[in-house]
């Protein structure tokens, strides 16, 4: 069981979304729930039954009606003692009814300290706990559903079941080291260790290829549309989004500042930010503008470099390219092949591959839908088993590197000692994904991202 450290605090916090609403959610964990309950409620409500009461002030006074829920720890998400108060979903009655929490021995509580302390009283893995404020960002359906399917431990079982198997075969791999002469048995020869290893190895590229979509899924994508003036850029993002976000006309420099409009495709999510054409000028507006669609480059996974198609990769074209190369990835959108009578879809362009699309009528879009996906590491067959995060594609890296490392020292250097230290290391890595092996650093990263109520 996981340490809850030296804070036994009862906290307390908004636990539904701030602002106006119908009803307004408050949670209280902590030693003195029950306390707390009988000096505002006048009793503690029994466990798991919503009872209407009156929320009152030290006076007596009434700060509000609502539901009172007491859940009884071990039993609750946090593994606590929980109350939760449903009332009026007035910005004012809350803050009340905090202050008069934080008067009978409650705090505030942090970002993410209810889901941290269920993590810390082995409620959750640290997968799971993450999963429930991806659950809530969810920007699609599917991203919805893959974070729900993390949160109901799918993710942590795979992880558990590797780390099983590596904990069995470490044990095997230290009886070949301490026992080397039993039964005349050269155990770091007979096969079994090497057979292991390759099943475990197998086991966790198929991981790896689940949480790579996850991730993908999760994340999404930040593309930059560029290029020379009026090749289509603003008719792309268009298309994309399908409304009208960017003016499109016919007169060079019509886009002066950036337009970022967030979309999904297929579930997966996407921020497209539309650019000033790319050019020389002397109008200080489109100038400022060309200067801020080179910002935003840094900050982006991908360029999509528009061109038109009728006058292929021009020596402009090719200068913008080989600058972008430089620090981003590019695909190459080669537009208005409705003018040039061009098939849709893949294509050669000088050499390069490239995306041939008509953005007035849609052609096109299927394919780079596709590439898009493709390029966030999104199968097409299907969505993500779970959901997951850079950190746990990082520590699926590690796990994988070590295991690559262990079959080195075992099939080249038949050196067992080393070949265990290699699978401890990967062991210690995958416990990092659900929290088994975790830093008091780790920790704090992760949950300061949470909702204050969460």
Do not use: W
């Not at 490239?354 to 007035?360: E, F, G, T, Y």
Request: include cysteine; charge should be negative.
């Amino acid at each position: 069981m996981h340490s809850p450290g030296a804070d036994r605090q009862t906290i307390a916090a908004l636990a539904s979304a701030p602002g106006q609403a119908g009803v307004a959610v408050v949670r209280v964990s902590g030693p003195a729930v029950r306390a707390i309950a009988g000096a505002l409620l006048g009793r503690c409500p029994p466990p798991r039954r919503a009872e209407l009461a009156y929320f009152r002030d030290a006076a007596g006074q009434t700060i509000d009606q609502g539901l009172a829920l007491y859940f009884a720890g071990p039993a609750s998400f946090t593994g606590e003692d929980v109350l939760e108060l449903h009332g009026h979903g007035s910005p004012v009655l809350v803050d009340l009814l905090l202050a008069r929490l934080v008067e009978l021995g409650a705090r505030l509580a942090g970002p993410g300290e209810f889901s941290q302390r269920a993590f810390l009283n082995d409620k959750l893995s640290l997968d799971q706990a993450e999963a429930i404020a991806d659950a809530i960002a969810a920007g699609s359906t599917v991203a919805a559903r893959a974070a729900m399917r993390s949160l109901e431990g799918v993710f942590a079982r795979e992880v558990d079941a590797l780390v099983g198997a590596l904990t069995a075969l470490r044990v095997y791999t230290e009886a070949a080291i301490d026992f080397p002469d039993e039964e005349d048995v050269d155990f770091l020869a007979d096969g079994q260790i090497l057979g292991r290893l390759d099943a475990l190895r197998d086991h966790l590229a198929a991981l790896r290829d689940q949480a790579g979509q996850g991730a993908g899924f999760r994340d999404g994508l930040r593309l930059v549309i560029l290029g020379r003036p009026n090749v289509g850029k603003s008719s792309l993002l268009n298309r994309l989004a399908r409304r009208d976000t960017a003016i499109v006309t016919a007169i060079a420099g019509t886009t002066r500042d950036v337009l970022s409009e967030r979309l999904s495709i297929d579930g997966l999510p996407l921020t497209l930010v539309d650019t000033a054409g790319l050019r020389e000028t002397d109008d200080p507006v489109e100038a400022e503008g060309v200067r801020r669609a080179r910002a935003e480059i840094a900050g982006a996974d991908r360029a999509l470099l528009v061109l038109d198609d009728a006058a292929g990769l021009t020596s402009e074209d090719a200068a913008l390219l080989a600058e972008l190369e430089t620090s981003v990835g590019v695909t190459l959108i080669a537009n208005k092949i409705d003018l040039s009578g061009a098939s849709a879809g893949p294509c050669q362009l000088a050499g390069r591959e490239a995306l041939r699309v008509a953005a007035i009528d849609g052609r096109g879009f299927d394919e780079l839908a596709t590439h898009l996906k493709r390029l966030a590491g999104v199968d097409a067959s299907g969505e993500p088993a779970f959901v997951a995060r850079r950190r746990h594609l990082v520590a699926l890296d590690a796990a994988a590197t070590a295991l690559e490392a262990a079959r080195e020292r075992l099939v080249v250097e038949a050196a067992g000692d080393l070949v265990a230290e290699e699978l401890r290391q990967a062991q210690n890595a995958l416990g990092e994904i659900t929290g088994r092996v975790s830093s008091d650093d780790l920790l704090g990263e992760i949950f300061s991202s949470f909702c204050i109520g969460k």
